[in-house]
């Protein structure tokens, strides 16, 4: 049984970790991962057709815990422990819920202290106990309740019979109808670059590259912290030098082993074997991707990951917010795909692409389809969201875009 300490407003967690609201869902995640036989029968559940309009979850059925992550900014909202019976609490270092102390009202108010009255739900039969940041809910059959009943005092219960929290939530704000999701705190950025933004950058009909807004945080050692805003390019055509300089030293290095797009290139050029590999500068936290060229060092194509529940690739990149100015309109990681096809003129016949791991050739997800526009390829998903989107060439007008120039 776990064994967790409460922080309103903030966190669940112990000396090892912590589960901390705003938190993004990647960094959970990692938590749970690394807490791998004290923590049993990890659930997500999302909407597969729907995914921005309802709530991420991660359902820890086992601890009676559930995390609930914005669909959009995939940080943690609401910490919700939905089983009192399979965790144990504690609130400054002294615990009010475990197999030997019951969470009574009685106890809640005496590890607590003093809150506004609480708020009877005459449908479901629950009275809701708020503090800032931290609320209980204990049931409450209709008979205990009195017809002038506006508090918990109010209520009249038999000896030995005072009801017990039968789940409580952690969350940001007044209440928890209207919690949202906080920033990302300080204590989880651990030295790395994290992405508000993502602007692509075009010329009239070819892309030149993104200029990226980034945080991070100050000198960690210092006690007054803060966090930094950078503004960095990254260009079609820079170096892998230029690369490193302004984004930091990658998440990951990937070395491509087979282009599974030779097959749709001509002949000549399918036959061609490379002795040397292109190669990828991962960077997880700003859902970017870099390709270089193996021959000239340069880079030939930028991804940008959207980080979509049901892709294969969820989870190993957090959502780059871009936005990307074509034909007149804005494309943004949450456009969908059948509005976009009424304002551009992509290509007709979409390439089929079905990932599967070399130990596992079964993709639960199954296919997503790329369709080309001018240079860039938009990777689509079944719910007609897009999953990627890559922009590719050297960031230079063509020829006869020169020439009429």
Same mark, same amino acid.
């Given at each position: 049984?776990l064994?967790?300490?409460?922080v309103? #407003?903030?966190s669940?967690?112990?000396?090892?970790?912590?589960?901390?609201?705003?938190?993004?869902?990647?960094q959970?995640?990692?938590?749970?991962?690394?807490?791998?036989?004290?923590?049993?029968?990890?659930?997500?559940?999302?909407?597969?057709?729907?995914?921005?309009e309802?709530?991420?979850?991660?359902?820890?059925?086992?601890d009676?815990?559930?995390?609930?992550?914005? /669909?959009?900014?995939?940080?943690?909202?609401? @910490?919700? @422990?939905?089983?009192?019976?399979?965790v144990?609490?504690?609130y400054?270092?002294l615990?009010?819920?475990?197999?030997?102390?019951?969470?009574?009202? *009685?106890?809640?108010?005496?590890? !607590?202290?003093a809150?506004?009255p609480?708020?009877?739900?005459?449908?479901?039969?629950?009275?809701?106990?708020?503090?800032?940041?931290l609320?209980?809910?204990? /049931?409450?059959?209709?008979?205990?309740?009195?017809s002038?009943?506006h508090?918990?005092? +109010?209520?009249?219960?038999? %000896?030995?019979?005072?009801?017990l929290?039968s789940?409580?939530?952690?969350?940001?704000?007044?209440?928890? #109808?209207?919690?949202?999701?906080?920033?990302?705190?300080? +204590?989880?950025?651990?030295?790395?670059?994290?992405?508000?933004?993502?602007e692509?950058?075009?010329?009239?009909?070819?892309?030149?590259?993104?200029?990226?807004?980034?945080?991070?945080?100050?000198?960690?050692?210092?006690?007054? +912290?803060?966090?930094?805003?950078?503004?960095r390019?990254?260009?079609?055509?820079?170096?892998?030098?230029?690369?490193?300089? %302004?984004?930091?030293?990658?998440?990951?290095? !990937?070395y491509? +082993? #087979?282009?599974?797009?030779r097959?749709?290139?001509?002949?000549?050029?399918?036959?061609?074997?490379a002795?040397?590999?292109?190669?990828?500068?991962?960077?997880?936290?700003?859902?970017?991707?870099?390709l270089?060229?193996?021959?000239?060092?340069?880079?030939?194509?930028?991804?940008?990951?959207?980080?979509?529940?049901?892709?294969?690739?969820?989870?190993?990149y957090?959502?780059?917010?871009?936005? %990307?100015?074509?034909?007149?309109?804005?494309?943004?990681?949450?456009?969908r795909?059948?509005?976009?096809?009424?304002?551009l003129?992509p290509? *007709?016949?979409?390439?089929?692409?079905?990932?599967?791991?070399?130990?596992?050739?079964?993709?639960?997800?199954?296919s997503?389809?790329?369709?080309?526009?001018?240079?860039?390829?938009? *990777?689509?998903? /079944?719910n007609?969201?897009?999953?990627?989107?890559s922009?590719?060439g050297d960031?230079? /007008?063509?020829?006869? *875009?020169? #020439?009429?120039?």
């Amino acid at each position: 049984m776990l064994d967790l300490e409460i922080v309103p #407003e903030r966190s669940l967690g112990c000396e090892q970790w912590e589960f901390i609201l705003g938190m993004h869902f990647s960094q959970a995640v990692a938590i749970i991962q690394s807490q791998v036989g004290l923590i049993k029968g990890v659930q997500v559940l999302y909407n597969d057709s729907n995914p921005l309009e309802i709530d991420i979850i991660i359902n820890l059925p086992q601890d009676g815990i559930r995390l609930f992550f914005d /669909p959009i900014v995939q940080r943690l909202k609401i @910490i919700e @422990i939905c089983n009192m019976k399979m965790v144990k609490l504690k609130y400054c270092g002294l615990h009010f819920n475990s197999p030997e102390v019951l969470p009574s009202i *009685e106890q809640i108010e005496h590890s !607590f202290g003093a809150t506004h009255p609480g708020v009877y739900d005459s449908e479901k039969q629950l009275f809701v106990l708020n503090f800032r940041g931290l609320s209980f809910y204990f /049931p409450v059959e209709s008979k205990f309740q009195t017809s002038s009943t506006h508090n918990l005092g +109010s209520l009249h219960f038999p %000896a030995g019979s005072s009801p017990l929290v039968s789940r409580m939530a952690v969350y940001h704000g007044a209440s928890v #109808e209207v919690a949202t999701a906080p920033e990302l705190p300080l +204590s989880c950025y651990h030295g790395q670059l994290y992405l508000c933004k993502a602007e692509v950058l075009r010329g009239e009909t070819y892309t030149k590259g993104v200029r990226l807004t980034l945080m991070t945080s100050g000198n960690s050692r210092r006690i007054d +912290s803060s966090k930094l805003q950078l503004e960095r390019e990254i260009l079609l055509g820079n170096s892998a030098q230029d690369v490193a300089s %302004a984004l930091g030293a990658p998440s990951k290095v !990937f070395y491509k +082993s #087979e282009d599974k797009m030779r097959i749709h290139c001509p002949n000549a050029h399918r036959r061609v074997t490379a002795t040397k590999s292109d190669y990828f500068f991962n960077y997880f936290t700003l859902g970017l991707d870099v390709l270089f060229d193996a021959r000239t060092h340069l880079v030939k194509k930028l991804v940008l990951h959207t980080n979509y529940p049901g892709h294969y690739n969820f989870n190993m990149y957090q959502r780059c917010e871009f936005t %990307a100015p074509l034909n007149n309109i804005e494309v943004t990681a949450y456009c969908r795909w059948d509005e976009l096809c009424k304002k551009l003129t992509p290509s *007709e016949r979409p390439v089929v692409l079905n990932r599967a791991s070399s130990t596992n050739t079964t993709n639960p997800f199954g296919s997503t389809f790329c369709y080309g526009y001018q240079d860039i390829i938009f *990777e689509i998903m /079944p719910n007609n969201y897009i999953a990627s989107m890559s922009i590719y060439g050297d960031g230079k /007008p063509s020829e006869e *875009e020169c #020439e009429q120039a």
